[in-house]
């Protein structure tokens, strides 16, 4: 399990998202540390994908804080300009739940993962293609993938591209929203190891959504339980269940 330091590296207090007269996201704090997974679960339409989304800023809470550490300094993302947001953005990635949606059917494999590097004008030290090459090993696929296109490859592995994708910058930051819940069960066991393989060989930071527990309680170093749009239950893994604490 990991062990969280001084200061998380990103924070939400008090989120609240509303639309219209609704309210989905209902007083929500939460915390990530470095190297850890925080599981969120909860049923659907309980408001967990709309969390992920106002973390990275690609939708705008009605109120509430999130803060992103930054050179020992707790940036408030809220605050940010749309430039400096474009400039942060790439710490932080994504895995959306649907992966053929998630992938242009127009763009080869090789195009799809080279655009991180382009909108954020980087290049890999070890030069654009060998880090292309380097990704599809991390994900377990070959490089012949690279001249393909997404309708030649199955879920599975259109999901190990977009996880590959979202890597590519090597972020501190990366959002699971759901990945297997489109996958058959074989095949979503498979990416739920390569992503557990990952998080151990990288250290990554993750925010792993799903409505599975037991998925949550194998890559999760904590959880947090939505119910409504509201955190209802927060804590670590006891032998048998969650043993809840102060959120």
């Not at 939708?59 to 550490?69: C, H, K, N, V, Y």
């Not at 058959?184 to 390569?194: F, H, K, R, T, Y």
Request: aromatic content about 4%.
């Amino acid at each position: 399990m990991a062990t969280p330091v001084s200061l998380p590296l990103i924070s939400a207090k008090n989120l609240v998202k509303e639309y219209g007269r609704s309210r989905v996201i209902d007083d929500v704090s939460l915390e990530i540390f470095a190297g850890e997974t925080l599981g969120l679960v909860g049923e659907s339409g309980s408001g967990k994908s709309t969390i992920a989304r106002l973390l990275l800023r690609l939708i705008e809470p009605t109120s509430g804080e999130i803060r992103l550490q930054s050179g020992g300094n707790a940036i408030d993302l809220r605050g940010v300009s749309a430039g400096e947001m474009r400039r942060l953005r790439r710490r932080l990635a994504i895995v959306f739940q649907d992966p053929y949606a998630a992938l242009d059917p127009r763009m080869t494999v090789r195009q799809t993962l080279a655009e991180p590097f382009a909108i954020h004008g980087e290049a890999p030290t070890q030069g654009v293609a060998a880090r292309l090459r380097e990704l599809l090993g991390e994900v377990g696929m070959d490089e012949s993938a690279l001249e393909r296109y997404p309708h030649e490859f199955s879920g599975g592995q259109r999901q190990r591209i977009n996880i590959a994708r979202a890597l590519a910058l090597r972020p501190e930051l990366l959002v699971l929203d759901e990945p297997v819940s489109a996958l058959d069960v074989s095949v979503g066991a498979q990416v739920i190891n390569l992503l557990r393989g990952l998080k151990e060989q990288y250290g990554l930071t993750c925010l792993f959504i799903s409505h599975s527990m037991p998925l949550v309680r194998y890559l999760c170093d904590r959880v947090l339980v939505l119910q409504r749009g509201r955190v209802v239950e927060t804590g670590t893994w006891s032998e048998d269940c969650v043993t809840p604490r102060e959120a």
